[in-house]
């Protein structure tokens, strides 16, 4: 099956268009006017737009801020020690972890209710700080004392505790936190 297909017409508009077709113009000297009204512009919305985007960067920093309520250092660290408690890590004989973890959690709480940055310093050099510091009783000193020493002896010696030393150890821990509770005004953590 052959189509024939007339081409004439095609050639024909085809030669109008190139007829059509002229040269580029010059190009148009844009006068300094658009210049000072671009750079007016500009400046304006930089006046606008900077307050506004601080303005909401501090309204959303400050949203962020009333739904985190704020928990006392020793209610967070009571909590910490439940959660411990219902992981029971001394059933499933995890004794290492148990007290690498209660110790970090009485590090922390020291930390946040005290100041004292407690997390990175060796036992040493913690007894140390608090030592020098008045935050403490020499009770509950010699009570954190006798704790870190215990968390040492199974974290870095390989001492065997049973469940008694463990359950001696969480109670030193949670005797240490009620008792140097204060105002419940005071001492905040996020």
């Known amino acids: 099956m052959r189509i024939l297909v007339d081409i004439s017409a095609v050639w024909a508009s085809s030669n109008a268009i190139v007829e059509d077709i002229r040269d580029v113009k010059a190009p148009v000297d844009v ?14 919305f930089t006046l606008i737009a900077a ?6 960067v501090d309204w959303i920093r400050k949203a962020s801020q009333r739904q985190a309520p704020r928990v006392a250092a020793w209610d967070a660290a009571l909590e ?13 004989g995890l004794a290492k972890d148990y007290y690498t973890r209660l110790s970090d959690i009485v590090r922390r709480y020291v930390e946040e209710r005290f100041q004292i940055h407690a997390p990175e310093m ?64 005071e001492h905040f953590v996020k």
Not at 31 to 44: A, D, E, N, Q, R
Not at 51 to 56: E, K, V
Request: aromatic letters at 12%.
């Open 31 to 44: 006068p300094h006017s658009y210049f000072w009204m671009m750079l007016m512009y500009f400046i304006l």
């Open 51 to 56: 307050p506004l985007a601080m303005f909401f």
């Open 80 to 92: 910490r020690l439940g959660r411990l408690r219902q992981d029971n890590l001394p059933s499933q």
């Open 122 to 185: 060796t036992t040493q050099e913690f007894l140390s700080r608090l030592g020098e510091s008045g935050s403490l009783s020499a009770d509950h000193k010699g009570l954190l004392r006798d704790f870190l020493g215990r968390c040492d002896k199974v974290k870095f010696a390989k001492y065997g505790s049973n469940p008694e030393e463990m359950e001696a150890s969480f109670d030193s821990a949670k005797r240490l936190v009620e008792e140097t509770r204060v105002n419940p005004k």
